[in-house]
């Protein structure tokens, strides 16, 4: 773990360019980090990518890990750097040695997305840890899959948020992802399982109850109370044009 990390998590700080200190919030804990440097251990990707950088903690985390692979190179995205964020999390990269490692996109993730494809960017892991309502969530999924490449993987922070989790569903049922890990297991909600194995009926009582009563989250490979959910891209989006599974 390089200095500015370690201090930013002894004292829960972290300090400006001009020596103003502020609260850190908005940043993975240390056990988070700790697993998202698992996965970068276990897939030794060239080109990452992160939707929200805030502090720069989580992207800190990963290019610790990232320093061990030859030329690999982040991709961070964050439309509030200096507004919400003092420039804070760019100059704890730059000041953790990871300059040269990172590419930096002050724009909205819709805009700054489409524009990495329009590159012909590809890349081995994302990171999804943006702006938290369902529709912005989705669009980040939406584009973020564009650009990773097929047995990529993707981890989505905050998956215990009911807008974040409703995305997490579409995307186990609707696209060509497995689950693949998560952090940390959590408290399972076994009631779900009360409907887990109504099969025979599921058609009729889709009329009746919500997608998540007829086939709940631990059905999906979703582990309830997981605060970082992890899936591998299996193919492409080849669905018809119509297609549709409630979600």
Partial sequence: MNSVLEQIIATNQVESNQGDKYQVHSHVSQTEGEFLQ??????????????????????????????DIPNAHHIT???????????????????????????????????????LEAKGVKVDFAFIDGWHTFDHTLIDFFLV??????GGILAIDDANWPAIRKVCRFIATNRAYEPWRAMPVGQAFFRQQLFANLSPLTS????????????????????????CLVFKKLSDDDRRWDDYTDF
């Fill in 77 to 115: 995205i964050d439309p509030a750097q200096t507004r919400s964020f003092q420039g804070i999390g760019l100059s704890n990269l730059e000041r953790a040695g990871h300059k040269d490692r990172i590419e930096f996109h002050e724009l909205p993730s819709h805009i700054a997305l489409p524009q």
């Fill in 204 to 227: 009729r009582l889709r009329r009746f109850f919500r997608p998540e009563f007829i086939e709940p989250d631990t059905s999906l490979g979703l582990l309830p109370g997981s605060q």
């Fill in 38 to 67: 698992g996965i970068i251990n276990d897939i030794k990707p060239q080109n990452t990518l992160e939707v929200g950088l805030a502090y720069g903690v989580s992207a800190m985390f990963i290019c610790d890990a990232l320093a």
């Fill in 145 to 150: 899959d564009r650009l990773l490449k097929v």
